[in-house]
């Protein structure tokens, strides 16, 4: 009798259980044991003589799946959530009252670019002031493997920094990580560019068929060691040197494990449908999930081409090829200054590249092709067609300092210079090492992908802060404010998006594309990766002029349950994991 009243208690809060009264035996019998299981974890995490740690009470519950939001308590004991709903009576070494406050999963960003800066700050303020509890990178470099072929991938970077590799493989990373402790979770992908550079080099060839059975080999150990796929970034050399038939190969390897391939594409601008039809048949024939990273149309001349992309991503999907996409749901993106130069001006690294832009015949080729028509590479000048529109961001220089946050334009009107002549002049001092932000998207093209059901977020800019080392950079201010700006402009504003859908791009959505089975939702048995905040209030602060600044309205985040942030103050935990790949040997 009671175990009826039990299960009839249980159906009536599990609509999808009850709905199973007319199953086979056999699926009545899993539904009992499922049942019985339920109710001994609810027994043991409201157990009177078993005080949960943190109970959070009078909240806006919006759970991540997409469901409305419903007044509910939430119980968290060690890393796990272990109850939630109506826990009047349940006994908690701390009780936290909301006051109406959303509590929802803690934010996934499904491309960062911290797998560095987060050893000089390992607090990474700049995430968590955004609710970013999980952060994926290693755009199609990574940081390991690490040896002499692959450390010019991020040599500059390190001296950046100021840091020093101690590590070879994923393993020692990882390891190093957890000695350093870390704010967020943090998990990568292999880097299709360093497994190249390992074993092809820096050079304009395919690779022969032995060196493709090396590249495999080192992402099978990749993903032993837990990558959670293989990522490639192909507008960057040497990942253009790269064929389809070699990327393909690469997420074979990667599928095999369950890995994702997950890729910047080879063009975002004129070749933005060519790309798409690559990356769909690299997904198709590697049999593997597709994420692509900052989907956008980039350049004046594609303004107006996402319903295209859309179209054809969503057709894409009718013929079962597995494909998703993300956005930081800006107008401007952000990358190396480099990238303006044609891809066969870097064959063989910076130092060749640096070498090309003082040579006046190389130079004046390099003129000729960005000022030209040819629409077999990303031509970003001519996708942005204004100096005006390129703004220098980090400087790796002291010496250059001073032009952080100034224009392309503005610099050359000072230096009395040609305005191609003043970037290619700003790359050969700073070793070719300088970042950009390039003003070359319509907002109306980036508010239809914020919208799409298969769209999440990435905030691809590194862990930062406004003080010490980190805080001398002048990054994209996608770096302080990605979700913050989303939820204000595309859900409070101007009305797109429902507040329970955008937390499921936020969470859910990124953890089903990257199978992490235990985040991303709130529910019982998940670890306790949350945030707390008034979306009527919260707002991004960061921007173009400024962008050294916190985003405000977070009031509790928490991090595998212990609270990085709480009553809106920074508490310097690192309760951080790392986040290992399906494919890993733990």
Same mark, same amino acid.
């Given at each position: 009798?009671?175990?009826?009243?039990?299960?009839?208690?249980?159906?009536?809060?599990?609509?999808?259980?009850?709905? $199973?009264?007319?199953?086979?035996? %056999?699926?009545?019998?899993?539904?009992?044991?499922?049942?019985?299981?339920?109710?001994?974890?609810?027994?043991?995490?409201?157990?009177? !003589?078993?005080?949960?740690?943190?109970?959070?009470?009078?909240?806006?519950?919006? !759970?991540?799946?997409?469901?409305?939001?419903?007044?509910?308590?939430?119980?968290?004991?060690?890393?796990?959530?272990? #109850?939630?709903?109506?826990?009047?009576?349940?006994?908690?070494?701390? +009780?936290?009252?909301?006051?109406?406050?959303?509590?929802?999963?803690?934010?996934?960003?499904?491309?960062?670019?911290?797998?560095?800066?987060?050893?000089?700050?390992?607090?990474?303020?700049?995430?968590?002031?955004?609710?970013?509890?999980?952060?994926?990178?290693?755009?199609?470099?990574?940081?390991?493997?690490?040896?002499?072929?692959?450390?010019?991938?991020?040599?500059?970077?390190?001296?950046?920094?100021?840091?020093?590799?101690?590590?070879?493989?994923?393993?020692?990373?990882?390891?190093?990580?957890?000695?350093?402790?870390?704010?967020?979770?943090?998990?990568?992908?292999?880097?299709?560019?360093?497994?190249?550079?390992?074993?092809?080099?820096?050079?304009?060839?395919?690779?022969?068929?032995?060196?493709?059975?090396?590249?495999?080999?080192?992402?099978?150990?990749?993903?032993?060691?837990?990558?959670?796929?293989?990522?490639?970034?192909?507008?960057?050399?040497?990942?253009?040197?790269?064929?389809?038939?070699?990327?393909?190969?690469? #997420? =074979?390897?990667?599928?095999?494990?369950?890995?994702?391939?997950?890729?910047?594409?080879?063009?975002?601008? #004129?070749?933005?449908?060519?790309?798409?039809?690559?990356?769909?048949?690299?997904?198709?024939?590697?049999? +593997?999930?597709?994420?692509?990273?900052? %989907?956008?149309?980039?350049?004046?001349?594609?303004?107006?081409?996402?319903?295209?992309?859309?179209?054809?991503?969503? =057709?894409?999907?009718?013929?079962?090829?597995?494909?998703?996409?993300?956005?930081?749901?800006?107008?401007?993106?952000?990358?190396?200054?480099?990238?303006?130069?044609?891809?066969?001006?870097?064959?063989?690294?910076?130092?060749?590249?640096?070498?090309?832009?003082?040579?006046?015949?190389?130079?004046?080729?390099?003129?000729?092709?960005?000022?030209?028509?040819?629409?077999?590479?990303?031509?970003?000048?001519?996708?942005?067609?204004?100096?005006?529109? +390129?703004?220098?961001?980090?400087?790796?220089?002291?010496?250059?300092?001073? %032009?952080?946050?100034?224009?392309?334009?503005?610099?050359?009107?000072?230096?009395?210079?040609?305005?191609?002549?003043?970037?290619? !002049?700003?790359?050969?001092?700073?070793? #070719?090492?300088?970042?950009?932000?390039?003003?070359?998207?319509?907002?109306?093209?980036?508010?239809?992908?914020?919208? $799409?059901?298969?769209?999440?977020?990435?905030?691809?800019?590194?862990?930062?802060?406004?003080?010490?080392?980190?805080?001398?950079?002048?990054?994209?201010?996608?770096?302080?404010?990605?979700?913050?700006?989303?939820?204000?402009?595309?859900?409070?504003?101007?009305?797109?998006?429902?507040?329970?859908?955008?937390?499921?791009?936020?969470?859910?959505?990124?953890?089903?594309?990257?199978?992490?089975?235990?985040?991303?939702?709130?529910?019982?048995?998940?670890?306790?990766?949350?945030?707390?905040?008034?979306?009527?209030?919260?707002?991004?602060?960061?921007?173009?002029?400024?962008?050294?600044?916190?985003?405000?309205?977070?009031?509790?985040?928490?991090?595998?349950?212990?609270?990085?942030?709480?009553?809106?103050?920074?508490?310097?935990?690192?309760?951080?994991?790392?986040?290992?790949?399906?494919?890993?040997?733990?």
């Amino acid at each position: 009798m009671m175990l009826t009243r039990f299960i009839h208690r249980i159906n009536r809060s599990h609509a999808p259980l009850s709905a $199973q009264a007319n199953a086979t035996p %056999l699926a009545q019998w899993s539904l009992l044991l499922s049942v019985v299981l339920f109710g001994l974890n609810t027994a043991w995490a409201l157990s009177p !003589d078993q005080p949960v740690d943190v109970l959070l009470i009078n909240g806006r519950i919006i !759970d991540g799946t997409g469901s409305p939001w419903y007044h509910g308590e939430l119980a968290i004991t060690g890393d796990r959530i272990v #109850a939630v709903g109506a826990l009047q009576g349940i006994k908690a070494k701390k +009780i936290i009252d909301v006051h109406n406050r959303v509590i929802a999963p803690g934010f996934i960003d499904m491309l960062g670019q911290s797998e560095l800066s987060i050893l000089v700050d390992p607090k990474l303020p700049s995430k968590i002031y955004q609710g970013i509890t999980t952060e994926i990178t290693g755009e199609g470099n990574s940081v390991a493997p690490l040896n002499k072929a692959t450390e010019p991938l991020i040599t500059g970077s390190l001296k950046h920094y100021g840091l020093t590799a101690q590590w070879g493989d994923f393993t020692g990373y990882f390891n190093q990580l957890r000695q350093r402790g870390m704010g967020i979770n943090l998990g990568t992908y292999i880097g299709a560019s360093t497994v190249r550079a390992a074993i092809v080099g820096y050079d304009n060839r395919p690779a022969t068929a032995s060196e493709l059975l090396q590249m495999q080999a080192l992402v099978a150990d990749g993903m032993r060691q837990g990558a959670l796929g293989v990522s490639s970034s192909l507008q960057y050399a040497p990942a253009p040197y790269a064929s389809t038939e070699e990327l393909i190969a690469l #997420a =074979q390897t990667a599928a095999s494990f369950g890995g994702v391939y997950a890729t910047h594409m080879r063009s975002e601008g #004129a070749g933005l449908l060519a790309a798409l039809d690559e990356t769909f048949a690299i997904g198709d024939k590697a049999h +593997i999930p597709v994420e692509i990273w900052h %989907l956008k149309a980039a350049g004046k001349a594609q303004f107006g081409l996402m319903p295209t992309v859309v179209n054809k991503i969503n =057709q894409a999907r009718a013929r079962g090829i597995d494909v998703a996409a993300d956005t930081y749901g800006y107008t401007a993106w952000y990358n190396s200054m480099s990238a303006f130069i044609p891809p066969w001006a870097h064959e063989g690294g910076d130092q060749r590249l640096i070498s090309r832009l003082k040579n006046p015949k190389e130079r004046a080729k390099i003129r000729t092709e960005l000022l030209g028509s040819d629409q077999t590479w990303d031509n970003e000048w001519q996708e942005v067609g204004d100096p005006n529109g +390129i703004l220098i961001g980090v400087t790796h220089n002291p010496k250059l300092h001073d %032009l952080q946050g100034k224009t392309i334009a503005e610099i050359a009107a000072s230096r009395h210079s040609d305005p191609i002549d003043t970037l290619m !002049d700003i790359l050969i001092e700073d070793d #070719a090492l300088t970042e950009c932000a390039v003003f070359g998207m319509q907002e109306s093209d980036v508010a239809l992908g914020v919208t $799409q059901p298969w769209m999440s977020f990435n905030n691809d800019s590194s862990g930062t802060s406004p003080e010490g080392v980190l805080g001398k950079d002048h990054p994209h201010p996608r770096a302080y404010g990605t979700f913050p700006h989303a939820l204000k402009r595309y859900v409070r504003d101007q009305k797109l998006v429902s507040l329970e859908a955008m937390i499921q791009k936020f969470s859910s959505l990124p953890a089903s594309r990257l199978h992490l089975s235990d985040r991303g939702v709130i529910k019982t048995g998940m670890k306790a990766d949350l945030v707390v905040f008034d979306p009527e209030s919260i707002t991004d602060l960061a921007t173009f002029a400024e962008p050294n600044q916190l985003s405000r309205g977070m009031e509790w985040v928490f991090v595998n349950g212990k609270a990085v942030i709480d009553q809106g103050v920074m508490t310097g935990a690192l309760p951080g994991e790392v986040i290992l790949g399906p494919g890993a040997t733990r």
